[in-house]
C-alpha cells in the first residue's frame, strides 16, 4: 500500500517532471504542489486484507491511477491505508473489523488510500482496500480484492456448512459485506461467519 505522484511542471515552453512517493506511515500527510506544476499522474494504491497463512489470503488493495489538475501551492491531504489483521483488526483507515465466532476467525480487511484537497474537502482519487480472509482449520474462503468501479466478490467457502456463499464486493457508495455485516464506502469488507469479506471500491 502506498501513493506514487508523479509532478509534471510546465514553464514557457519547458516541461519536465520528478516523483514522490508516499508509504504506509499510521497518519496523514501534507503534500504541497510545488510551483509551476498544474497536473499530477497519481497512483494510490489500497491496503491489503488480512490473511490467515499461504492458503487462506485476505484480498489485494485496489490500484487507481489517474490524471489530476492542480496548481501551485494548492496543498493536499496524503492517506496510506494499513493490511488488515489475520487476527480480525481492520486496517488503518477504515479497514473492517474481522468476527469472532466461537473461535472461528475472520481477517481484517485493508484501509483505503486516497487523495483529497485539504482547503475543500473532495476526494480526489480513492484506492478502496482488499477483504479479510475467513479461517476455521481446514476450511476457509479468501478475502476479495479491490477494484473499479467495484470491488471483487470473495472465494466461495469451502466447507459443508454455508457452502458456496461468499462475501460480496464492495461498491463506489458501500463497502464490500461478509457475513457479519456491511463496511463503509470505499473500504474493504472483512471476513466473518464463514465468508471472505469483498473487496472494496476505488473512485
Do not use: H
Not at 466478490?153 to 459443508?160: E, I
Request: net charge negative; glycine share 28%.
Amino acid at each position: 500500500m502506498r501513493i506514487i505522484i508523479l509532478f509534471i511542471y510546465f514553464y514557457f515552453c519547458f516541461a519536465w517532471q520528478q516523483n514522490q512517493t508516499f508509504s504506509f506511515t499510521g497518519s496523514t500527510e501534507t503534500l504541497t504542489i510545488p510551483e509551476y506544476c498544474y497536473q499530477i499522474y497519481a497512483t494510490v494504491a489500497g491496503g491489503s486484507g488480512g490473511s490467515a497463512n499461504s492458503v487462506w489470503l485476505g484480498g489485494l488493495g485496489a490500484v487507481i491511477f489517474a490524471y489530476i489538475a492542480v496548481t501551485p501551492n494548492q496543498e493536499l491531504s496524503v492517506n496510506v491505508g494499513g493490511s488488515g489483521s489475520p487476527l480480525g483488526f481492520g486496517g488503518y483507515n477504515g479497514g473492517g473489523q474481522g468476527a469472532a465466532f466461537y473461535g472461528q476467525i475472520g481477517g481484517g480487511g485493508g484501509g483505503m488510500s486516497y487523495i483529497i484537497d485539504k482547503v475543500s474537502g473532495d476526494y480526489l482519487l480513492v484506492a478502496g482496500g482488499g477483504g479479510g480472509c475467513y479461517y476455521e482449520g481446514w476450511y476457509g474462503s479468501n478475502g476479495g480484492n479491490g477494484g473499479y468501479p467495484n470491488g471483487q466478490n470473495a472465494s466461495p467457502y469451502t466447507g459443508n456448512l454455508y457452502a458456496n456463499s461468499w462475501g460480496i464486493g464492495g461498491s463506489q457508495i458501500s463497502g464490500g459485506s461478509g457475513y457479519g455485516g456491511p463496511g463503509y464506502s470505499g473500504i474493504g469488507g472483512y471476513g466473518a461467519n464463514n465468508f471472505g469479506g469483498g473487496g472494496g471500491a476505488g473512485y
